[in-house]
């Protein structure tokens, strides 16, 4: 059992790694080579707008393929991890710098707004699962004019360091004083019963792959691990409505 002073310590790692400060552009990882991307941007697959439902991968893969959000990361580390990670060994990707606007929100902040008002353990979990990703999405894509860039990579597989091929700048970028919003993207309550598999939207947008490689439980579990020294005392708390606290 974790003494009164050990929860307070616990509520209060949770919290500093729930929001804080983001960098200057966001990052995303994609296959699609830079002469598609900075013609259209980056476009979603549908319409639907519940981000748990993104969040989770239900709205991005197979049938269910209909997600409104674009997923970027504020952390160019773990952009490049997931994507070492979902890209073939020896095969490329491209790594796009993006200037975030008014239309991107964070996920963990959204989730955790919805869990705090609902108390529903499928949001806590979803936060567990999917908090390192330091995720912001774009509802209803991305323009051109907000990718700064694409630095081309080749993987050599999980957590091994990938070789830089060349950088390619956009012609079309606009240089301009913007912002992520500083709001929570409201989520409906879910359901009696829901339906979730573990995956990410990494690759959810409308270039997504027939043969997209999709993230294991087992490297979420070596991402944890790698992570430790940030997150393990999370894995500590003993009590939902300690979490719940973080406003």
């Not at 990882?29 to 830079?34: G, L």
């Not at 699962?129 to 995720?135: P, Q, S, V």
């Amino acid at each position: 059992m974790v003494n009164q002073m050990g929860r307070i310590m616990l509520i209060f790692v949770v919290c500093l790694f729930s929001g804080g400060a983001y960098s200057a552009f966001f990052f995303r990882y994609s296959v699609v080579p830079p002469e598609q991307v900075f013609q259209q941007g980056f476009l979603p697959l549908g319409n639907n707008s519940n981000v748990y439902q993104h969040v989770t991968g239900v709205s991005c893969f197979d049938r269910n393929a209909n997600s409104r959000f674009i997923s970027t990361s504020s952390s160019e580390f773990m952009a490049m991890e997931m994507a070492n990670a979902n890209t073939p060994i020896g095969s490329n990707y491209y790594l796009y710098r993006i200037r975030p606007t008014d239309n991107f929100y964070n996920s963990m902040n959204s989730v955790q707004a919805a869990m705090n008002r609902t108390h529903d353990e499928r949001f806590f979990e979803a936060y567990l699962y999917y908090m390192l990703e330091d995720e912001w999405f774009a509802e209803g894509g991305i323009s051109p004019q907000q990718i700064h860039s694409a630095i081309e990579y080749q993987s050599h597989g999980p957590h091994q360091e990938a070789t830089l091929i060349r950088e390619y700048p956009n012609a079309a970028y606009i240089d301009a004083d913007s912002a992520p919003n500083d709001t929570v993207y409201s989520i409906p309550d879910l359901p009696a019963e829901h339906i979730n598999e573990p995956r990410n939207c990494t690759g959810c947008d409308i270039n997504l792959p027939v043969n997209k490689f999709k993230r294991s439980i087992k490297y979420e579990f070596e991402l944890w691990l790698m992570c430790s020294h940030k997150h393990l005392e999370v894995f500590l708390v003993s009590e939902m409505s300690m979490l719940m606290r973080c406003v």
